[in-house]
């Protein structure tokens, strides 16, 4: 069910003219009301009258996790602390934490974004919502929370823990829509087959898993284990948290971003271009009507692509693929772009391949030579030697088709990639730059 | 009817044989045939083992991937053409050998070749109506 059908399939020439009027006005309050975005504009010689089309948005400056920092807590809020109702900040794992602040507004359009998100992932007012994302500074479990009062829907405020219990009251309160990181949903399974709960015999229908990149293998486990369809949410504090978008139940193919809410843009990491629909890079947000917390063309570091063509679903939002992994880990290759995690999905897509992998970059002469090296185990292993090299060949073709950059790819035995902590080195790179 | 192979992938560094034999050879496992297949970068080496459950579970224990096929033994007249004999027969019975090998032991006065087959049954019940011996994985043991 389409939550907000007036929006949600808006065509896309009004959608434009909503977007240019909201950001217009974006530009303006944040220019007059927070210092870091008027020196961005100083530096940069605009006036936010300047921008006169979407289009004209390219030439404002980027904003990073780092500017966020440096303005911590409050410097980057774009209105008074009377008026701010909720504060919220994203784990600090490395460094500061990142503080987010919401107007009563504010919270009012999060609500509506995720009773969107909800509902596209299969919920309705009649659904029971257990919502086993963490409450508190993380966005995740409030962010359900408003979501799901907003729907009309049950909720269930569980939160992250006490893992024995959440079966039980899997149980006993029948909910039908599970709300919870990926990771987290394949714990519960695994808890509730110890404690001999089926989850078979439970009334899930839909789950809706995000917070962390997950893989399409890891969503045909989540399905199989827990016997539910399992959607993509995605989102970030910086931008106002879960609901920024959302995979229909219809296609899961790709995420529909709330575009009367947040300009989406790819970027090469590289050089800060703008790229077109299709092409991979960074996914960039400029909010157009957060009112305490805007964020002007914030650089997420997370991989993505946008796809503009019609979905089954009736929405006319853009559609940005599934995020497969961060920026921080990107390899520029004779030129091109090359994430590891594009290199994964090349080898998830065929059929069998082993996603051990690593990719080796050497320098011969002046010339960039990528290795891709592949794990050979039970499912890709033949007696025959021409299917072995068949497989090499085929890995190597669909490399040089999806990133267009050829790679060598060598079979090696199990085991002889080598682990830090369980976890393969995806990258070694040997040239000297 | 038909004997059961094991086949192991190796990278081609030094070694990596002699660590196959040593991981059977511990494991109490008897090498009846050996044959490896290489390129530049990766080689299989197939191998006709005395017991193929005990040498599989002992080479997957030491880590590597092995796999398991079924080939056909069949007894070659030791004499000019009887090779060529076998082969003629299953390129006109249209079957074809992805490879074959020499096993060690002679059959009384014939040798003993291994065949890899695309269709085994048929390549099967073609050598036996031409009146070659194909010998199966308990008699195989015994040679
Ligand atoms: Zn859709």
Known sequence: MIFDIEFETMPREALESIQLRRLQATLERAYATVPFYRKQFEKAGLKPGDIRSLKDLHQVPFTTKQDLRDNYPFGMFAVPMDNVVRIHASSGTTGQPTVVGYTARDVNTWATLMARSLSAGGATRGDIIHNAYGYGLFTGGLGVHYGAEKLGASVIPVSGGNTKRQIVIMRDFGPTI?????????????????????????????????????????????????????????????????????????????????????????????????????????????????????????????????????????????????????????????????????????????????????????????LDTLTVRVEVDEHVFSDEVKRLQDLERRISKNIKEYLGVSAKVKLVEPKAIARSEGKAIRVIDNRKL | MWVKQISVFLENKSGRIAEVTKTLSEAGVNIRALAMADTADFGVLRLIVDNTLKAEEALKANGFTVGKTDVVAAEVEDRPGGLHRILTLLHEGHINVEYMYAFVQQSGDNAVMIFRFDQIEKAVALLRQNGVTVIDDDRINQL
């Open chain 1, 178 to 366: 599970l709300t919870a990181t990926p990771s987290y949903a394949l714990h519960l399974a695994e808890v509730a087959e110890e404690m001999g709960v089926s989850f078979r015999d439970l009334k899930f229908k839909y789950g809706i898993f995000g917070a962390e990149p997950w893989s399409e293998k890891m969503r045909d486990e989540i399905e199989r284990k827990l016997g539910l369809v399992a959607v993509d949410i995605y989102g970030l504090s910086e931008v106002i948290g879960p609901g920024v978008a959302i995979e229909c139940h219809e296609a899961k193919k790709g995420l529909h971003i709330f575009e009367d809410h947040f300009i989406p843009e790819i970027i090469d990491p590289a050089t800060g271009d703008v790229l077109p629909y299709g092409q991979t890079g960074e996914l960039v947000f400029t909010s157009v009507t957060k009112e305490a917390f805007p964020v002007i063309r914030y650089r997420t570091r997370d991989i993505s692509a946008l796809h503009a063509e019609p979905c089954i679903c009736g929405r006319t939002l853009v559609r940005m693929d599934k995020v497969s992994g961060r920026t921080d880990d990107m390899l520029i290759i004779r030129g091109v772009n090359v994430f590891p995690s594009q290199i994964e999905s090349v080898l998830m897509e065929m059929e069998g391949v082993s996603p051990h992998y690593q990719l080796v970059v050497d320098r011969e002469g002046n």
